[in-house]
């Protein structure tokens, strides 16, 4: 079993609908919990980081947090298609003094106009 | 502009050739990364390094190498040994290795061996 599950999709919505991307992870000792936008071709860029469980919202995103789960989700409120990308959860955890980043699939988005 | 530089964007080498994708960062980090992207895997760490001079293995290291002789480069090499080497290549830093700070990609290296 993978650390961190994420559906690769393809997910495709219509432009101003709202999206929900989601990991689960199976290691307890996770502490932070990121979510990377990756377009086509480049390198992924940090979208939104938290530590503690609930919610942190940042415009039209939102990163949620249930660490009782081990599930993580991203909301993206009225869709743009350029926020068409692969989305991808990572989560860091300390191994011998350094924070390591486990990554999950990653998520293919397409918002249509 | 600060960031992280990958050359060449596009790479393509015979099988049984060794090949080197560069990674140059001008953030002053001195944490620094590779990683593996194939689709449907997500990121892999491939060699990770803390400070000039010294680094360590990540999750599928077997046939590759790295050098980090100057804290702006970070060197990995390819060799014959890698199985399966065609992929896309993220190189990344960051501050420090121990705290949670952002980790700055470059614009990735996607190698074709035939």
């Known amino acids: 079993q993978k650390e961190v599950e994420q559906d690769p999709g393809p997910l495709s919505v219509p432009e101003g609908a709202i999206v929900s991307l989601n990991c689960t992870y199976s290691?307890?000792?996770?502490?932070?919990f990121m979510w990377y936008r990756q377009y086509s071709r480049k390198g992924p860029e940090l979208l939104m980081y938290?530590?503690?469980?609930g919610n942190k919202e940042d415009g039209r995103f939102t990163a949620q947090v249930d660490k009782s789960s081990k599930y993580i989700s991203l909301f993206i409120r009225d869709s743009q298609p350029s926020d068409s990308a692969t989305y991808l959860c990572?989560?860091?955890?300390?191994?011998?003094?350094?924070?390591?980043?486990?990554f999950g699939q990653g998520t293919r988005l397409t918002i249509n106009p | 502009d600060g960031g992280i530089t990958q050359s060449p964007k596009y790479l393509f080498r015979k099988e049984g050739q060794n090949v080197t994708l560069s990674c140059e960062q001008n953030?002053?980090?001195?944490?620094m990364y590779w990683y593996r992207q194939d689709p449907g895997q997500g990121l892999r760490l491939i060699y990770y390094?803390?400070?000039?001079?010294?680094?360590q293995k990540g999750d599928i290291a077997e046939g590759y190498s790295v050098s980090r002789e100057k804290k702006e480069s970070f060197p990995l090499t390819v060799t014959s040994a890698q199985k399966n080497p065609t992929a896309f290549y993220l190189c990344?830093?960051?501050?420090?290795?121990?705290?949670?700070?952002?980790?700055?990609f470059g614009p990735g290296t996607r190698l074709t061996v035939t």
């Open positions: 990344a830093s960051k501050i420090g290795i121990s705290g949670i700070y952002e980790q700055y």
């Open positions: 390094s803390q400070i000039v001079n010294d680094f």
């Open positions: 990572a989560m860091s955890a300390p191994i011998q003094g350094a924070q390591k980043l486990v």
């Open positions: 953030l002053n980090h001195d944490a």
């Open positions: 290691n307890s000792a996770f502490q932070y």
């Open positions: 938290t530590y503690s469980s």
